[in-house]
């Protein structure tokens, strides 16, 4: 970052804008992000490995990393689904299906959280009937899966919406015209130019769940081993002082993340290679 | 996108309807047979339905099914009045707090070449890919009593975690890149001649800020404004790390949301869930309506 040099000089402001975004960015994210991995330092290797692969924090991270991307799997086929009857039919509230899509968003997870238990708790109003097949789903990991479902809609739907709307139609046309059947139009036409957008989506959605907190608290029944996600893990361990184990569980996770980042930035640009010309 | 041959020039029938046929040829190439048609609807509609609707319909139900009053009850108890204020004060801080960085790092970033900006913008970005719980915790090792700070702030008194400060500072971390996305790729689009030519005719920077350049973002700044809004008051994992949860002080309404529901008091914990619900449906309508003017403000040929 040390070369910032404004090219264009003509507008004022640059430095002190600059200046105060760098200093801005510094005090509430950077250094407390950083006070987090100083803090792991103290931690011997041994430490920290002892920690991270003790059993509880082993099961912790497989129930949130397992669950997140299966959930993310759903999502991509589900969104897939939501996302060709948006775009491509025409049908009675589709304006509101797509409006209802960004719910997940702007829903406080709390908010989400309470309510998906009650949905699925034993005597709610889906819970009852799934507990009739003999399917529990409030209070065990198959909750967790539903919350984390939940949570992850709107991100393959919306990163992938775009794409498809823009989608060149004589490509299509072409392809059906030269003997394609419909199926080998969508399999080898279409779905090439979706695939970084939806795996855009895929890391977004998993990165999502994977540190999810209020919305899979409520459903998860939280049992040790079992139901216990990661975050909750942390919370668990600040709450008995144990700062250490905390700050271990939480630079594992940073880490995941900070590769999930850099995976959607290489996905995005591949996605930008390719963009027909038109 | 597609067709358009609707409002095309008059033409004869025969050649109307020839028209018609090959648009109707060409639509069968781009769609599915009707079966697939209404089963792929019919799946969209019901994973929504359930995933989506029935949530929501449910908060409201609980919320008022001890009737009218229970649910002003529930809401007019003082600890409820409290959540709802602390969540006021914290929103107003951490999003105005926000504002003033999202309009001075989107004029740093949108207005000048430099290099490096794809990585200040991954930076700003972080924050959303940071799992809340985490963004509480950052907060706690710098200020809590085993903390970097934790022993200074208590030699000179100054509570942070567990209190107003904390909550803020851990909403603001959250919400820290809404009003910067949301403005940063407008202004890019808007570019500087408008600007320049402002300074060039003697305005000052402040002046051509105010007087130019805000007027062109102004959608731009409330959308970012309502999406950080939004988050800040439901923000529930980052805030619950560094609150402390002491009732009537440090209880947002989505901790208290959490109490009344652990103690099973549905109906008060349903009734303030509606009030984040309402938040969340008004942001999305509110949304909608701003992405309108906001597309309005684009090149019609780049969509």
Not at chain 1, 85 to 108: C, E, N
Not at chain 1, 198 to 219: D, H, K, M, P
Not at chain 1, 239 to 261: G, K, N, P, Q, W
Not at chain 2, 25 to 44: F, H, M, S
Request: neutral net charge; aromatic residues 10%; proline residues 4%.
């Amino acid at each position: 970052m040390g070369a910032i040099a404004a090219r264009r000089r003509t507008l004022p402001g640059f430095g002190l804008t600059m200046g105060l975004t760098l200093t801005w960015l510094s005090v509430i994210i950077l250094i407390p992000l950083a006070g987090l991995l100083l803090k792991s330092t103290e931690l011997s290797l041994d430490q920290f490995w002892a920690i991270v692969s003790s059993r509880r924090t082993l099961n912790a991270l497989r129930v949130s990393f397992g669950l997140a991307f299966a959930a993310a799997c759903v999502n991509l086929v589900m969104g897939s689904i939501v996302v060709w009857a948006l775009v491509r039919y025409r049908f009675p509230g589709r304006r509101i299906f797509d409006a209802i899509v960004d719910v997940p968003f702007a829903l406080p997870t709390a908010v989400a959280g309470v309510a998906l238990t009650s949905l699925f708790a034993e005597k709610g109003w889906l819970g009852a009937p799934l507990a009739a097949l003999g399917i529990k789903v409030a209070f065990t990991p198959v909750g967790i899966f539903v919350a984390m479902i939940f949570i992850g809609i709107p991100f393959v739907v919306r990163t992938v919406q775009p794409v498809l709307q823009d989608i060149d139609a004589e490509i299509e046309e072409a392809a059906g015209s030269l003997g394609a059947s419909r199926w080998q139009t969508i399999i080898r036409v279409i779905l090439p130019s979706l695939a970084p957008a939806l795996l855009t989506g895929l890391a977004l959605a998993f990165a999502r769940a994977v540190g999810e907190y209020g919305s899979v608290i409520f459903i998860a029944g939280n049992l040790p081993n079992v139901s216990e996600i990661a975050p909750l893990l942390i919370v668990i361990r600040l709450s008995e002082f144990r700062y250490a184990d905390a700050t271990a569980i939480a630079v594992v996770m940073l880490v995941v993340s900070f590769v999930i980042i850099f995976a959607v930035n290489r996905l995005q640009r591949w996605a930008q290679d390719r963009v027909p010309v038109r | 996108m597609t067709m358009q041959i609707a409002d095309s020039a008059p033409l004869s029938a025969p050649d109307a309807r020839a028209r018609a046929r090959a648009a109707a040829a060409r639509n069968n190439l781009r769609t599915e047979p009707k079966a697939v048609r209404i089963a792929i609807i019919t799946l969209a509609v019901l994973f929504l339905s359930v995933f989506v609707v029935l949530p929501l319909v449910l908060v409201f139900a609980q919320a008022f099914s001890k009737g009218i009053l229970a649910y002003f009850a529930a809401l007019a108890e003082p600890e409820a009045l409290a959540a709802i204020k602390l969540t006021l004060v914290v929103a107003a801080i951490s999003v105005s707090l926000n504002l003033v960085f999202g309009l001075v790092a989107a004029w740093a970033i949108a207005k000048f070449e430099f290099t490096g900006k794809t990585f200040l913008i991954t930076l700003i970005d972080l924050p959303f890919s940071v799992s809340p719980v985490i963004s509480g915790l950052v907060f706690v090792l710098l200020f809590g009593a085993q903390g970097y700070f934790g022993g200074w702030l208590r030699d000179h008194d100054i509570q942070i975690l567990f209190a107003v400060p904390g909550i803020a500072l851990a909403t603001t971390f959250v919400t820290f890149p809404f009003v910067a996305r949301a403005l940063i790729p407008l202004m890019q689009e808007q570019g500087t001649q408008e600007e320049e030519a402002a300074i060039s005719l003697g305005a000052s920077g402040l002046q051509t800020f105010f007087r130019v350049t805000l007027p062109n973002i102004k959608w731009g700044v409330l959308y970012g404004v309502l999406l950080c809004n939004a988050r800040a008051m439901g923000e529930f994992g980052a805030v619950s790390v560094v609150s402390g949860h002491i009732r009537g002080e440090t209880n947002t309404m989505p901790l208290l949301v959490e109490i009344l529901y652990n103690e099973y008091q549905f109906v008060a914990a349903f009734a303030i869930a509606s009030l984040l619900a309402m938040l969340a449906l008004l942001t999305l309508i509110a949304k909608t309506i701003l992405e309108r003017h906001l597309d309005e403000g684009y090149d019609v040929n780049d969509h």
